[in-house]
């Protein structure tokens, strides 16, 4: 039984209202794990030979930007991986001999100051924009934050390879990233070659 409010409009009773509920929250879950495993457990794999190539494109790639910088990249090289937890965590299942990896390398330029950092910023907005890459802007963290007044930039590369410079969310530090992506391919690396 239903009893209307003062503006005569009838209550939904409770179990019903609790079921909506329900089933929109179970909606949501159902969407947002739909995007977060979207990017990786559809669209082709890579042989492992074309997979060893992307890493080797990626490589490059960020080593071209450190180079823009007026920097030798082999000095500055900070770390090559191979894995990333939102990559190989997604819910999902690869057949047999198919693997997630997700190639990254980065650098760790100095700069005398943090106007010497905003020109480097420029260099590489500048030189990715010339190439017809797709650039955006990278707010600087807030006062109180690591990295505070430093943005940063990024550009979607080609052959799939993200490129940014920002400070690191953990240290603060300038950080220069070659980001190959999630990518589904076959054998197991262990490292990077």
């Not at 609790?18 to 739909?34: D, E, K, T, Y």
């Not at 930007?65 to 939102?86: K, T």
Request: hydrophobic residues 35%; aromatic residues 4%; contains cysteine.
């Amino acid at each position: 039984m239903t009893t209307a409010t003062p503006t005569g409009r009838p209550l939904t009773p409770a179990p019903l209202h609790r079921h909506r509920a329900r089933a929109l929250i179970a909606s949501g879950v159902a969407l947002l794990l739909g995007a977060l495993t979207q990017g990786c457990t559809s669209g082709r794999v890579m042989a492992e030979s074309e997979f060893r190539e992307h890493m080797r494109l990626t490589e490059e790639a960020g080593e071209e930007a450190v180079r823009r910088l007026g920097m030798d990249p082999s000095s500055i090289v900070d770390g090559h991986e191979m894995a990333n937890a939102s990559c190989k965590d997604e819910f999902g299942s690869d057949g047999d001999g198919v693997t997630r990896d997700q190639p990254r390398v980065t650098w760790a330029p100095r700069f005398e100051s943090g106007a010497a950092y905003r020109a480097a910023v420029a260099t590489l907005r500048a030189a990715w924009s010339a190439q017809g890459l797709t650039v955006e802007d990278i707010p600087a963290p807030s006062k109180g934050e690591r990295g505070a007044g430093l943005p940063g930039v990024r550009a979607e590369g080609e052959h799939d390879v993200d490129l940014s410079l920002k400070p690191d969310r953990y240290s603060g530090e300038p950080t220069l990233t070659a980001d190959g992506g999630c990518v589904r391919h076959r054998g197991y690396l262990i490292s990077w070659e």
